[in-house]
T-cell receptor, first 112, second 116 residues
Framework: KQEVTQIPAALSVPEGENLVLNCSFT??????LQWFRQDPGKGLTSLLL?????REQTSGRLNASLDKSSGRSTLYIAASQPGDSATYLC???????????FGPGTRLSVLP | EAGVAQSPRYKIIEKRQSVAFWCNPI?????LYWYQQILGQGPKLLIQ????????DSQLPKDRFSAERLKGVDSTLKIQPAKLEDSAVYLC??????????????FGAGSRLTVL
């Protein structure tokens, strides 16, 4: 059974810092991995999707990498801004079905 | 494209009462998911539909939860009778392919349930 963990659970940084969020999964037989952002009281917004055959994806100040063999993905946020404050979740889709298994999220606060 | 629509956004009920949530997916998206998100946790899958057939309902508490997807489009999730531990946000999501061929998960804003 796939399990997804995220470290750290919460992170507070000053504006302008570069930061890394971590996601680990136990079963490397994945189809893809998706990073989401969730603002308080809102649904999830997709940020980046990495196929199992890819190593990384970039969108603006965001870069997500995937190391399938070690069961890890990282989300790199460059030059953080207060508007980046939110909870960031990763979700893994396995090869056996179409289900996505979510991590618990990392709550990010970027201080002005 | 229009997003995933959910209603109601908020619902407060007493335990043992019933409640229903509605989801209208993105047009053309065959796969529809209902997730339960308890405060401070990641979403947990309740049920997955492919068109109007159930693909996975292994984590749905079938003694009190039910879901259907009529004509492979809209879906409803019902809880009867509700328990205190059902207080959560119920998220509907649909899976569709981007031009890259990737299966991207798109969420609605969610329905927040409080059971007193």
């Amino acid at each position: 059974k796939q399990e997804v963990t995220q470290i750290p659970a919460a992170l507070s940084v000053p504006e302008g810092e570069n930061l890394v969020l971590n996601c680990s999964f136990t079963d490397s037989a994945i189809y893809n991995l998706q990073w989401f952002r969730q603002d308080p009281g809102k649904g999830l917004t997709s940020l980046l999707l990495i196929q199992s055959s890819q190593r990384e994806q970039t969108s603006g100040r965001l870069n997500a990498s995937l190391d399938k063999s070690s069961g890890r993905s990282t989300l790199y946020i460059a030059a953080s801004q207060p508007g980046d404050s939110a909870t960031y979740l990763c979700a893994v889709r396995d090869n056996y079905g179409q289900n996505f298994v979510f991590g618990p999220g990392t709550r990010l606060s970027v201080l002005p | 494209e229009a997003g995933v629509a959910q209603s109601p956004r908020y619902k407060i009920i007493e335990k043992r009462q019933s409640v229903a949530f509605w989801c209208n997916p993105i047009s053309g998206h065959a796969t529809l998911y209902w997730y339960q998100q308890i405060l401070g946790q990641g979403p947990k899958l309740l049920i997955q539909f492919q068109n109007n057939g159930v693909v996975d309902d292994s984590q749905l508490p079938k003694d009190r939860f039910s879901a259907e997807r009529l004509k492979g489009v809209d879906s409803t999730l019902k809880i009867q009778p509700a328990k205190l531990e059902d207080s959560a946000v119920y998220l509907c999501a649909t899976g569709g392919r981007k031009h890259s061929g990737a299966n991207v998960l798109t969420f609605g804003a969610g329905s927040r349930l409080t059971v007193l």
